[in-house]
Each structure stands twice: as C-alpha cells, then as structure tokens.
C-alpha cells in the first residue's frame, strides 16, 4: 500500500538549484542534497501544541529552523528556540525525522519533544506574525482528528496540512517506530522532467521504503491505487517507442520479476535503453484482453526550469477563509506605486477590514493587466500620471474570505510595479464600501505595516528586484 505524506494543490515543484547550491554552503545537509532542519515540539499541560505563524507561507509551523554548518541538531535547536521565542530549553527528546520539499527546496526535519523554561514570545515579527496554542481533537473523519486554532476547527485532510504540515506529520507519520529510520533516509525520487502548470504531491510508499513525486492528477485523491508507482522495465517495443504519446504492449512482454500491473496503475517506467523515466497509466485496449495501453502523462513539454505559483489561503482576521461559504474566482492586479522623487511607495490603510494594502481591485473583461492597473490607481487614489508598469509576479493565487460580499474567493494575482511620473491628481472615485487612507512609506515601514502574505510576498520580490 502507500502512506500519502503529504498532498498540497497549487504547489508546482521546480527545481530552484541555485537556490539549493547557496543553502548548502551555508547550512548542514545530507548526503543527496536535502537541508538539514530542527523542530522544536512544545506542549503545555493542556497537551495544546505551541506554534508561530510563518507571514509568508502563511501556514502555523513548530519553531525551529535550518542546522547552520559545524552545529550539532541539539545546538540548532537551542539557538533557533531562543532567537525565534526567546525561551530557554531545559531538555529534549528525540521524536523523529523525515524530508519534505518546501517551497521547492529539499528539507529533512528533524523534530525534538522541548521542555522549556521562560514566557515563549516572537521574537523575528518580519517573518512570524503571531503565536498560537493549538488543540488536537479526536474525530470521526478519515484521519481520526482534527486541529483547533481559536473558535476555528479544522477536520478535512487538505486543510490540517496547509494549516499545519508539521502537526499533521506528528499526527500521522513520527508516531510510526516501524517506519522512523526508512522516513530519515528513504531516498527520495523526482522525475528529470517536471511540468511547472502541473501540481505534484509527494507520497512515502511503505511498500518500498521510498519517497516519490508524483503528477497530482495521476491518482485518485485521496486513496491512490495501491499498485501505483511500481518500476517496471519493459520490452524493446517500448524501447524504440520512447516518445510516443501512447503505446500498447502485452503482458508477456514484462521482464520476468516484473510485478502485476492492474488497470488504472500509474507506474514508474524505466526505458531500459537510456534509463530515461516516465510516468505512465494502464488502461485496456478495447476488444484486447491481454494488451495493455500505456498513456504517457506528458500532454506538454516537461522541463526542469518554470516560475512556480506561490499559494496563499487565509486563517486569520476578517479575510480569514470561510468553510461553507460560496466560492468565486477572479483575477485580480495588484499595482505597487513608487513616489516620482523620494524613496517612499503608497499603501492604502483600510480600517474597515484592518488591512493595510497595495492598490488592487479585479480587472474587468476585456481589459488588459496595465489597463487595469491604470484605472484602479486612477478610482481609488486620483493619481493620473503615472507611467509604464513593469512586472513583479505573474500570478499569486490566494484564497480568503469577502465580508462586504460575504463570499470567498480565490484570487489569481498579477502584480506591477508603477513609477509616478508627476503630482498630477482628479477626485478618486471610489465606491461606498472603499473607505481607505492613503499613505506614503518608506521602505521599512512598508513591511511593518502590509498586511496578508500575498502582499508582503509582492514587497519581498520588489525588493529583490531593486537590488
């Protein structure tokens, strides 16, 4: 059978090597490449677990962080602690390890039970934004539990891992001395080629002992076939078919020690010729009992290069997400606006939702992202010279709760960068429910003060893009 570790959709994996090569430098990792990183597991006599909330992956994770060179685990642990909640800890106990890929980065996490002495507090509020006690509830749903953060409850799978990832590994999988040495060192399989408008999860198959990366669509959410991901070598047929889009090949063709393939299974296959690998699914040629057609699941060209799409859901305050509430999708711009002589940008202040934001508003059919932009910041701040827009991020998707139309959406973001080119000004036009304070800030003050992830991700990449 297969155990699913975990399973986000929107999450695209490219390989950020560059990336990869600089944390490597830096910090501790293992032998095939994956960063070395301690958790510390805290609880109070409630049995709550202690988290902090990551601003920018905007998900409650145990603090703790990456195992700089030369230190043991114990070491990192005792720095991260202090320099994250500023407690002291007075002993630990080894619970478990396992390697994730986070934000395209290989992880391996190792998670230590703290007993702690000191009030935790935040202590980095540029990257956490609050500290939570969550409770861990028995309940009749498919993993038998489910998380309580406040007056919020969260019972389904999908939202107990983008909630807290961490608290659903402890949960499901570091409990399992069985498994705990296969979970630190399984070795973990990615294909050479990735498809980044495709999402991928990641699967731990007990049956191997191995982690895979696996096209979301190639199972059935949740429960995967059980037979799924075998490696099979197959005959020169396949061989000299590498390429095709489909081919059909018969049972007797399988190497000896192949093992039984079934219809619907999505398979790991190895051309035998270049060791070049696809992902293929069974499915029976019509009229054909003993013939099988494979289906290869790249419907476009597979590379190892892309933008990936950063994914957002809110959890707290007004725009927190609301289960049971109507969904909506839009596009939405998102236009950062430079001031013409000083180093200051505008945010507008929004009371009404106690959210502090960049100017942004849906684009409307047929109009164009600059377009867009250009109107918004023209109804909602007056502004009218104001220049060519350069892109920041493509797309931003975020999910997240509006009060005035008591909905949800989810957003597809495209945000720009705009330099005003003159003082020139009109009476804006905003509608009823848009009462907001128009501000000038410097830089610093920009990050002090956005509110929301998504936002403080667009800063994030205008400041890279100023360097």
Known sequence: MHLFVH???????????????????????????????????????????????????????MPGGKVDKGETLKEALNRELKEEIDINITDTKYIGALKEIISNIPYRLHYFSCTIQGEPRIMETNIHS???RVGVEAMNTPLGFGLKIENNIFSEIKDIQKTSIDLYFLR???HRKDIQKELAEAPYNIPSYLDPQKDYHQV?????????????????????????????????????????????????????????????????????HNQQVKYIK?????????????????ETSYNDEGLPVPYFRFTEGNAA??????????????????????????????????RWTFVMWGIDKDENHINAAHREIMEETGYTDIGEGKSIAEEIHSEYYAAHKKENRYAINH?????????????????????????????????????????????????????
């Open 321 to 354: 997400y609301q289960h049971g509430s109507p969904v909506v999708h839009r596009h939405n711009i998102v236009a950062v606006l430079k001031h013409r002589s000083e180093e200051k940008f505008l945010i507008l202040k929004r009371p009404q939702f106690g």
């Open 415 to 467: 945000a720009y960068l705009f330099h005003l080119q003159s003082n020139a000004q009109q009476s804006h036009q905003r509608e009823e429910h848009e009462d907001f304070v128009i501000m000038w800030l410097n830089p610093e003050e920009v990050m002090q003060q956005l509110t929301g992830a998504p936002m403080r991700y667009i800063w994030q990449k205008v400041l890279e893009q100023s360097d």
């Open 130 to 132: 609050t500290l939570k």
């Open 282 to 298: 069974i499915t029976k040629k019509e009229k054909q009992e003993r013939n099988y057609v494979l289906h290869d699941y790249r």
């Open 172 to 174: 499901t999988l570091l």
């Open 204 to 272: 731990f198959c007990l049956q191997h002992k191995e982690y895979f990366v696996i096209p979301y669509n190639a199972t059935q959410i949740p429960t995967p076939h059980p037979r799924s991901k075998q490696t099979i070598v197959f005959s020169n047929q396949w061989r000299d078919q590498i390429g095709h889009t489909h081919n059909t090949i018969k049972t007797e063709q399988l190497t000896p020690n192949s093992p039984q393939i079934h219809l619907g299974d999505i398979i790991k296959a190895v051309n035998p």
């Open 7 to 61: 399973s986000f959709p929107g999450h695209k994996y490219i390989r950020d090597h560059k990336k990869i090569d600089q944390l490597k430098q830096k910090h501790e990792h293992t032998s095939d490449g994956f960063i070395e990183v301690v958790c510390g597991v805290i609880r109070n006599e409630a049995g709550e677990y202690l988290v902090v909330h990551h601003s920018l992956d905007n998900r409650f994770v």
